[in-house]
């Protein structure tokens, strides 16, 4: 699976975009990018995933570059609820032994 | 409804003790997992199983074993625990092994002393 790398934390204030940025300058022509978060003491949450494309679901926007080596989680209006850790995983699907590799993600704390 | 459920929450125990985990899932999803998360928080995986079937198995321990009686439970025993086993262990779910979702249960938090 590629390496990728997110900052350590950020902030963001309530209401507005949350913008969260992902390099994953070695990921490969069939890894897709997989986003999850994990609220305190709590499971990880699938928020989204993409290949090439910008995607979009209820919970927030995907965009990746053409070279696909960085991408973007967007959260629109950012709410405190969405204060976690956020992972950006690169990944191989579609395959018996696909597995997602958790590094350490991005700690969001939305202010009030 | 609790889409994945683990059981117990809280597990204090001395070592070299013998524990178990138990996962349920009620989503009807044919693949399970068990994960470990240590105390830097670091989310790795332990086991996947498909349908009952072990898929996945990285590196853990001997004295961990997986147990799928059927597909919707996969329970984690653990023997003679180390201090090193503290951990929270996150069972999931996904509806097949090559699935771009997973569920993930709420967690328990292994304590060893």
């Known amino acids: 699976d590629a390496k990728t790398t997110q900052p350590t934390s950020m902030d963001c204030a309530e209401g507005r975009a949350a913008n969260l940025p992902c390099n994953h300058s070695t990921i490969s022509g069939n890894e897709y990018v997989y986003w999850y978060r994990q609220i305190h003491s709590q499971g990880p949450q699938y928020i989204i995933h993409?290949?090439?494309n910008n995607e979009t679901n209820e919970m927030a926007s995907l965009i990746i570059t053409e070279d696909r080596k960085s991408s973007t989680l967007i959260l629109p209006h950012a709410t405190l609820r969405d204060t976690a850790v956020y992972y950006c995983?690169?990944?191989?699907?579609?395959?018996?032994?696909?597995?997602?590799?958790f590094g350490a993600g991005t700690t969001v704390t939305v202010r009030a | 409804d609790t889409a994945v459920s683990q059981t117990p929450k809280y597990l204090v125990t001395q070592m070299g003790n013998d524990k178990s985990i138990k996962c349920e899932q009620n989503?009807?999803?044919?693949?399970m997992y068990w994960y470990k998360q240590d105390s830097k928080k670091f989310l790795k995986i332990m086991f996947s199983y498909n349908n009952k079937e072990l898929i996945i198995n990285e590196t853990v321990p001997n004295r961990f074993s997986p147990k799928s009686p059927d597909k919707a439970h996969l329970n984690l025993h653990i023997n003679s625990l180390e201090l090193g086993d503290s951990a929270v262990y996150f069972c999931?779910?996904?509806?097949?092994?090559?699935?771009?979702?997973?569920?993930f249960g709420p967690g328990t938090r292994l304590t060893v002393t």
């Open positions: 989503l009807g999803h044919d693949t």
């Open positions: 993409g290949l090439k």
């Open positions: 999931a779910s996904s509806r097949w092994t090559s699935s771009y979702e997973q569920y």
């Open positions: 995983i690169a990944s191989i699907a579609g395959s018996n032994d696909y597995k997602l590799s």
